[in-house]
């Protein structure tokens, strides 16, 4: 008498990976997401190669783990993958302060973001 096993999140032909506390704010995480949803991978990486944004290194990290994860758990074809979905959430904000003058207080915010990624298997058509 055991229990069922969990159904997937995802779907057959699907991959996913999650990071979580990355030290930027979700607007700016979004602007990396946004550029690499729904290009191939190969594509998706030599853009975030050569992406400017500070961020785009972790989100470089985040996609080789989903394509990681769609050869090795889910016997997925590399070369067939695009990224079917990158969306970003909001984490926790650390609340620090400075002081500033007349006694008063300067709140310094400082967001975390957390990233979602999922790989999904196409067929190339001829």
């Known amino acids: 008498m055991s229990k069922d096993k969990n159904p997937r999140r995802v779907a057959d032909n699907e991959a996913m990976a999650k990071t979580r506390m990355l ?38 990290k985040c996609l080789q783990s989903a394509i990681a994860n769609a050869e090795n758990n889910h016997n ?19 609340k620090r302060g400075r002081p500033r003058a007349r006694g008063r207080f300067g709140k310094i915010i400082k967001p975390f973001a957390e990233l979602t990624i999922k790989v999904r298997q196409v067929e190339e058509q001829a």
């Open 23 to 60: 030290r930027t704010s979700p607007q700016k995480l979004n602007l990396v997401a946004q550029m690499i949803r729904g290009k191939s991978v190969d594509k998706a990486l030599v853009d975030l190669t050569f992406s400017k944004k500070r961020i785009a290194q972790d989100v470089k």
């Open 76 to 94: 997925l074809d590399v070369d067939e993958l695009i990224v079917a979905e990158a969306f970003v959430g909001k984490n926790l904000t650390m």
